[in-house]
């Protein structure tokens, strides 16, 4: 069986980049173009979502939040993989696109960086 492979990445003020991925599984077997183009239709303008929106681990980097620092993530693709399943949520590859769908339809939360030091 194909799993599904989603990359995506943190790109800080200063354009340091900080990748990461989870791989779902795919046991319907949609491709890695249809999922491309669902979730790609749901990202907001260059592809940008709220990783911890959608139950993805954000890749902030040791030093976050700087003044002008981003807390949207960046999609980078998918792929199929024989790599295991590693989503801590256990979800399949349909069950995260219907997540990043309806968090896309809510909207995207956009928050200031420096309003999430007092958050925590």
């Known amino acids: 069986m194909n799993n599904i492979k989603f990359k995506y990445l943190y790109r800080d003020e200063s354009n340091y980049k900080k990748y990461g991925h989870v791989v779902f599984s795919n046991p319907d077997g949609v491709s890695a173009e249809e999922v491309k183009t669902r979730l790609e239709k749901s990202f907001l303008q260059a592809l940008l979502f709220n990783a911890s929106q959608v139950g993805l681990p954000e890749l902030f980097f040791e030093d976050f939040p700087l ?8 999609f980078d693709g998918v792929e199929t993989t024989d790599e295991l399943p590693n989503d801590h949520r256990l979800r399949t ?28």
């Open 67 to 74: 003044p002008n620092d981003f807390t949207l993530h960046e």
């Open 93 to 120: 590859i349909q069950q995260f696109m219907k997540k990043v769908e309806k968090e896309s339809a809510k909207r995207w939360v956009v928050i200031d960086p420096l309003e999430r030091l007092f958050r925590h």
